[in-house]
């Protein structure tokens, strides 16, 4: 299982948010390039960086401080926000990210997911936002009626990278990883899955250990920042456990 630093852009900044509320941003750092390379340098295997003024607007907001990510580091770097194109697509892998996620256009546009899908293979990841199970899109601001496992079986055989759940509602909350509805979705399709939202603790990582669904990462934000999970011994335990071995 891979731990996936999370990297939130709000105008330039490193922030995080409360359940996806723009209006709550916690900032934490003024250049993401710095807090990249702390991560990078903490032995960070992957980063997973989102541009959040890009999923609320279309379009790439925070270019510039992604660019500088991407230059600052050597590790692998999992983008999306904003991203609704196959031009936008092949234009950040050209420029050095290893993974684009699509959310918004997973519902909205599927068959440009399913072209990204065929165009890059290994190199897309969906993210599945949910808010009491449905998809939310349009940096979550809007929810719709189709459900997280409904959503993930349309593309389970289309050559995804990841899927990666977040529950919406523990999202920046501290509040524990929902692990019951992401193991649920691993086991109930084949593409590898990611978990977000609500990490709070090494506890977190234990359980999605435990529930034996072959959850392939976890990303954390908050708890990172706040102290409250170190990296290092977050890695340390993935390490001793065999969780960081090859393929998870």
């Known amino acids: 299982m ?23 941003a916690t900032k934490y750092a003024d250049d993401p390039a710095a807090q990249a390379r702390s991560f990078a340098a903490a032995g960070a295997e992957w980063l997973h960086v989102v541009d959040l003024d890009g999923a609320v607007s279309g379009r790439p907001v925070n270019a510039s401080a992604v660019a500088a990510i991407l230059s600052a580091v050597k590790i692998p770097v999992q983008l999306g926000g904003g991203i609704r194109s196959m031009e936008r697509a092949e234009s950040w892998l050209e420029q050095g990210a290893a993974r684009i996620v699509l959310g918004t256009a997973a519902l909205k546009a599927p068959d440009f997911v399913r072209a990204a899908c065929r165009a890059f293979p290994g190199r897309i990841a969906i993210g599945l936002d949910a808010r009491a199970g449905k998809v939310a899109v349009e940096g979550w601001a809007e929810t719709g009626d189709v459900t997280v496992t409904e959503l993930a079986k349309r593309f389970e055989n289309e050559g995804a990278a990841a899927l990666i759940h977040t529950d919406i509602e523990r999202d920046g909350m501290l509040s524990g990883v929902n692990v019951a509805a992401t193991a649920a979705l691993a086991r109930a399709v084949k593409v590898p899955v990611i978990a977000s939202g609500g990490v709070a603790s090494l506890d977190d990582l234990r359980a999605l250990m435990a529930a034996n669904a072959g959850i392939a990462g976890v990303i954390s934000g908050r708890a990172l920042y706040d102290g409250r999970l170190g990296l290092g011994e977050a890695l340390a335990l993935l390490r001793e456990s065999g969780a960081t071995r090859p393929g998870n």
């Open 2 to 24: 891979i731990l996936y630093p999370a990297i939130d852009l709000k105008d330039g900044a490193v922030v995080r948010l409360a359940r996806g509320a723009m209006e709550a």
